[in-house]
């Protein structure tokens, strides 16, 4: 072996051990990531699975940690949740029918187009303070829960638009030309063919977007919401709390009781969005399924 | 790709012409449903115009009462307490410090994930993965807020570095980057999923490991599409609230120790949302002032993100 050929072996040698050495980086880099969702998921059931109970979904909350229950919390956020939904998602799919579909390719469209994408990357705590000064103020809808909403369904609007373009984007141009082929106007081709088949695209997005309308908390807690509510709303104009704000309330307590508390809130927020979750994944399968059939 | 234009309709119909009077209402009902869809659209413009005008107003009363030299150069962010002292440079700290360092902890582990996915892990793998990842993006902040201050504070932080609080920026960031990696790996993945099979056959032919491929071939080519995710994810950092609520303290700090406690500019506006602050009054309207820096500062950067991608695109699809 010529000194070259043995300089080749070792630099051969040293780039294939490179090669191996970064990609065992590489998957403990990526296990690392799944590990600390197990060790989160893993903390939160130890302090908090002892406490979900029927009680506890059922009660409002107290003083006493033991007595405490998140069934304000609960309600307020299943009423958010109605309202933002009825708001944000005709408007979202609207406007992304609008993008899609009948926008002429000029200079305002692609500033609401470029607008769309920067108003998904404001922080969520400035659209609390936007919910703050024109629902809470200027329309004086005081802390309500319609207050909430609005403000919500507006952080929630550009997901919705977003996923709902992607999805319009993906129905094949064959479908709008069959049909104009047979006469339908652009109205008739929109909302009889090419919305019925983005349908479970649109639906996948829109449910992710409530997902994240249900976890987040800045907000609410920016426009007011209340931390300590022992009733559930009974209109639009009531006062509430949701899910996220509970938790938080219970978490910044000292007491060992209450941080149990907290976590048992959480099992029940995961669990619900662990459910949105599944369903947006099985309705996106099913659609890719029928996409390829 | 254009807009697929309708047929005009009308000299092709010679077998039964169509009644003007139901071609009008055709043509009108066409008209109103483009309007209201136009509307529908034109609320995401009326947002924007809406948040920065509200931002824009609150902010110059403010500056009104207090100068902008004070607000951007002093060091002292006490508006609570006598002498009130409106300096934001501590707020403005507190973000950067667990803005940095959370993307210190999350961009090497984001983009070395996205390169597994992308040029390593089997198919199988990533169907188990990316879902797992997803699931991560998915959880609310309050919760990883509660997971950094019963969790990593107590559990990672004290027994590492040895310190006594309850509250420090690192276990807040520790939690802020956990959030952010799914983000910086699933964009960077798919900058690196957009870079042409060709580049990579054309480095494997000439005898590149793997290794050599993703750092010499697959990074370089994405490199504009993954810097926009890391600014992404430093904006989204920079904006993250309830983490930072919880588990960083609620004391304006001017340090660049992040085992101290700090308080964020976001984490501020919720300390005045739940005190009982008097709407109205100059102390209420500094969450105006700190909201303003913080979406100027969140818009530049997702400008900037957006841009590079742009290029990237323009590049590869």
């Not at chain 1, 998957?27 to 699975?49: E, N, P, R, Y």
């Not at chain 1, 303070?129 to 004086?140: K, P, S, T």
Request: positive net charge; proline residues 5%; aromatic residues 8%.
């Amino acid at each position: 072996m010529t000194i070259s050929e043995r300089a080749f072996h070792r630099r051969l040698f040293l780039r294939r051990g490179t090669a191996l050495g970064f990609s065992i980086i590489c998957i403990t880099a990526t296990l690392l990531a799944i590990a600390v969702l197990g060790v989160l998921l893993v903390q939160v059931a130890s302090k908090g699975l002892d406490r979900v109970s029927w009680d506890f979904i059922n009660s409002f909350p107290s003083r006493n940690a033991g007595d405490a229950g998140i069934k304000a919390a609960l309600w307020g956020t299943l009423w958010m949740m109605a309202i933002t939904a009825i708001v944000a998602v005709p408007i979202g799919l609207g406007a992304a029918i609008y993008l899609e579909e009948y926008a002429p390719r000029n200079w305002l469209t692609s500033v609401i187009q470029v607008n769309i994408s920067n108003l998904a990357g404001v922080p969520s705590v400035v659209y609390g303070l936007l919910g703050l000064a024109l629902f809470v103020r200027a329309i004086q809808l005081e802390r309500s829960v319609l207050a909430g909403a609005l403000t919500m369904a507006l952080l929630v609007l550009p997901i919705i638009i977003i996923a709902a373009q992607e999805s319009l984007r993906a129905v094949p141009n064959s479908i709008r030309e069959a049909a104009y082929a047979v006469g339908a106007s652009r109205s008739q081709m929109v909302f009889h063919q090419v919305v019925p088949a983005a349908l479970p695209g649109v639906l996948t997005g829109v449910i992710l977007a409530l997902s994240r309308a249900i976890g987040e908390t800045a907000p609410l807690i920016t426009i007011g919401a209340l931390l300590f509510v022992p009733f559930t709303p009974h209109s639009p104009f009531d006062k509430f709390t949701v899910l996220p704000i509970q938790i938080f309330n219970w978490t910044s307590r000292p007491q060992e009781a209450f941080q149990q508390n907290a976590a048992a809130g959480i099992i029940v927020l995961l669990a619900v969005l662990l459910t949105m979750n599944s369903v947006a994944i099985f309705l996106r399968n099913r659609f890719q399924a029928n996409a390829r059939g | 790709m254009g807009i697929i234009q309708p047929p005009v309709t009308r000299s092709v119909s010679r077998i039964k012409p169509r009644g003007q009077l139901e071609a009008r209402l055709r043509n009108t009902r066409e008209a109103a449903v483009t309007g209201v869809l136009f509307l529908c659209a034109a609320v995401s413009v009326v947002t924007t115009a809406a948040i920065v005008l509200t931002l824009l107003g609150e902010t110059v009363s403010f500056f009104q009462d207090v100068s902008p030299i004070e607000f951007f150069t002093g060091t002292k962010w006490t508006p609570l307490f006598t002498p009130a002292q409106y300096g934001v440079l501590p707020l403005l700290a507190g973000t950067l410090l667990i803005a940095i360092c959370a993307a210190v902890f999350a961009v090497p582990l984001g983009l070395i994930t996205a390169i597994y996915l992308s040029e390593y892990a089997p198919r199988w793998l990533r169907a188990i993965i990316k879902p797992m990842l997803e699931i991560i993006a998915g959880i609310p902040t309050v919760v990883l807020g509660f997971f950094a201050l019963t969790f990593i504070g107590p559990d990672i932080v004290k027994p590492l570095f040895g310190t006594s609080q309850i509250f420090s920026a690192l276990a807040a960031s520790l939690a802020v980057g956990i959030m952010i990696i799914p983000l910086i790996s699933s964009l960077s993945e798919d900058a690196m999923s957009a870079v042409p099979l060709g580049l990579r056959e054309g480095a494997y032919a000439l005898g590149a490991t793997k290794y050599e491929v993703a750092r010499r071939v697959v990074v370089p080519a994405a490199l504009s599409g993954i810097i926009a995710s890391f600014i992404l994810a430093v904006s989204r950092a920079v904006g993250e609230t309830m983490i930072v609520a919880i588990a960083a303290g609620g004391t304006p700090n001017l340090t660049w120790n992040p085992l101290e406690a700090v308080e964020t500019m976001t984490a501020y506006i919720v300390q005045i949302s739940l005190g009982d602050t008097p709407q109205g009054s100059l102390e209420f309207r500094t969450i105006f002032a700190v909201g303003m820096t913080l979406f100027v500062m969140t818009l530049a950067m997702n400008i900037v993100s957006q841009y590079l991608l742009h290029k990237f695109r323009e590049v590869y699809e």
